[in-house]
């Protein structure tokens, strides 16, 4: 059964967004080895509503990157159509859109309460409640739980202008 995290990654300086998206692009490893490795309680949850939405011809791309039978006259798209002109049909564009869209009810989803679970016989200390308050940049990434593939990753810049 698939499932999907949202992961928010806000920097802990206000301008260390650019090294954060740095580190993320270019450690393969990333995601695995800096998720949370124990519940924090949260105090203060504040995530700006925003929409992104972004597309784009992909052919040139796709091209590039070595993949050029289906453009060609040499296709074979027979098993994809059922048409008399089967034989005749070639790729000629590929669009690609994404769409993202956090407000309310997303945020309401994410911003599950945590529960640190101590045994009572230990004198602790409470545990000490953060705050998360996105009003600086941030990367969020949108990953399939089972597999771990990564199906988008955007920035808010600006999350005081984000509506």
């Known amino acids: 059964m698939r499932q999907f995290s949202m992961y928010i990654l ?8 650019w090294n954060l998206a740095e580190k993320v692009s270019s450690e393969p490893e990333f995601l695995e ?3 949370p490795t124990e519940k924090v309680p949260v105090r203060h949850f504040k995530l700006p509503k925003f929409k992104i939405s972004f597309g784009f011809e992909a052919s040139i791309l796709l091209k590039g990157l070595g993949l050029h039978l289906p453009f060609s006259e040499e ?5 994809m159509v059922d048409s008399a002109e ?3 049909l070639y790729v000629s564009s590929v669009f690609h859109k994404s769409f993202v869209e956090l ?3 997303g945020t309401e989803a994410a911003a599950a309460t945590a529960a640190v679970v101590m045994l009572m016989s230990l004198p602790l200390d409470p545990p000490m409640e953060i705050d998360f308050i996105a009003d600086h940049p ?3 990434v ?5 597999t771990g593939v990564v199906l988008f990753v955007g920035h808010v810049v600006n999350p005081l202008l984000a509506a």
């Not at 806000?10 to 967004?17: C, I, Q, S």
């Not at 296709?75 to 098993?79: V, Y």
């Not at 949108?142 to 089972?146: H, Y």
């Open 142 to 146: 949108i990953r399939e739980d089972l």
């Open 103 to 105: 407000n309310e009810e």
């Open 86 to 88: 089967e034989q005749n």
């Open 75 to 79: 296709a074979d798209l027979s098993k």
């Open 33 to 35: 080895k800096h998720p």
């Open 10 to 17: 806000l920097p802990e300086a206000n301008d260390g967004f």
């Open 138 to 140: 941030f990367l969020f």
